[in-house]
């Protein structure tokens, strides 16, 4: 039976009159690579910001290994971390002096800042950009970059928002193989727009429109519960082929 990283329970956040994420409930498992899909405004972002403690509950909870978002954000915020799609690199700093930075911030000691830098930069292939500064990295490595700064503080649980968008295709096939090595090691939630990338790397995709769960399961599982072949037609029929 697999263990349950993250469980949410009716979780809802509203701003004002709106509900962004309306009660939503599923789980995910320790060393999944878990599909967060949606159009914008469907509540992905919204939803994250309440696992990291970004964003105040304001209904419902979640437990992310044991630890409630409401009750024990303290004990959650050392095993989460999250890759956001916009690179937040130090431009000026090397990318070495990136991995410190992120590391003394947590609290690292000097010890385990030094193996845990070692171990990402070696699964990373980050050795021949070591002691370049960021600013000078491509889009391609700076994302790369920008994952093992979410890593190197060793979560459990790490968020992957776009971590592809605006790559070209070689970079973005690098970016899947980076994101492929790290399955099974690691709970992974990966948000995206490119439904083929969701397809290729996910073990389970949820989608969400409004605020609300409109599907969840395997890429095949969604496309056949539409009578589909191709993740986009069974994505836009799920959604309901609404933008908003």
């Not at 878990?34 to 419902?60: E, H, P, Q, Y």
């Not at 391609?140 to 970059?145: E, I, N, T």
Request: some cysteine; glycine content about 8%; charged content about 25%.
């Amino acid at each position: 039976m697999m263990k349950t990283a993250i469980k949410i329970d009716n979780l809802t956040k509203k701003f004002g009159p709106k509900t962004a994420v309306n009660k939503v409930s599923f789980e995910i498992y320790d060393g999944e690579l878990f599909g967060l899909l949606g159009v914008n405004g469907a509540g992905k972002t919204t939803t994250i910001r309440m696992l990291t403690g970004l964003s105040a509950v304001t209904d419902g909870d979640a437990e992310i290994f044991g630890h409630s978002i409401k009750k024990d954000l303290q004990k959650v915020k050392p095993i989460v971390n999250v890759s956001t799609q916009e690179t937040a690199v130090a431009g000026n700093l090397t990318v070495k002096e990136n991995l410190e930075l992120i590391a003394n911030i947590y609290g690292m000691k000097k010890n385990e800042m030094e193996e845990s830098i070692e171990s990402i930069v070696k699964s990373l292939e980050l050795n021949e950009v070591l002691s370049q500064k960021a600013k000078t990295l491509s889009g391609g490595w700076q994302r790369r970059l920008s994952i093992a700064m979410a890593l190197v503080t060793k979560p459990k649980v790490i968020f992957l928002d776009e971590p592809t968008l605006g790559l070209d295709v070689i970079a973005r096939r690098e970016l899947w193989n980076v994101v492929t090595s790290l399955k099974g090691k690691i709970t992974i939630i990966l948000t995206t727009h490119y439904l083929e990338e969701a397809e290729a790397l996910c073990d389970r995709i949820a989608v969400m429109a409004k605020g609300n769960i409109m599907a969840l399961g395997t890429a095949e599982e969604l496309k056949k519960s539409v009578n589909k072949t191709n993740i986009e037609d069974a994505f836009i029929e799920i959604v309901g082929g609404e933008k908003k």
